[in-house]
C-alpha cells in the first residue's frame, strides 16, 4: 500500500491530526530533511492512493493552512498538495 506523509507548521496540528487519524496508524517522525516544515513534526501513514490521502488529512480541520501532504515514491517525497 503506498505511504503518505503529511508534514506541519505547527506542532499542535501535528498532534491533532495523530489523534483524528488514529485509525490508519500513523507513525509520527522526524520531518525529513527534503522536506521543510516548521515544526519538525510529520505524520507517515498509508492509503489505498492518493485521493484516500487527500481525504484524510482534509478531514482533520487542524490541518487546513498549516500541512502539507507528500507521497512517499521510494524514499523521494512529491508533494501533492498544500492544505
Given at each position: 500500500m503506498p505511504r503518505y506523509l503529511l508534514a506541519f507548521e505547527s506542532t499542535h496540528a501535528a498532534m491533532a491530526a495523530n489523534k483524528a487519524l488514529a485509525a490508519v496508524n500513523p507513525a509520527v517522525?522526524?520531518?525529513?530533511?527534503?522536506?521543510?516544515a516548521s515544526c519538525g513534526m510529520t505524520l507517515r501513514f498509508e492509503a489505498e492512493g492518493a485521493a484516500a490521502a487527500r481525504?484524510?488529512?482534509?478531514a482533520v480541520p487542524e490541518t487546513r493552512g498549516l500541512a502539507a501532504l507528500y507521497a512517499d515514491q521510494a524514499g523521494e517525497y512529491v508533494l501533492l498538495e498544500k492544505l
Open positions: 517522525i522526524p520531518t525529513p530533511r527534503a522536506i521543510t481525504a484524510l488529512a482534509v
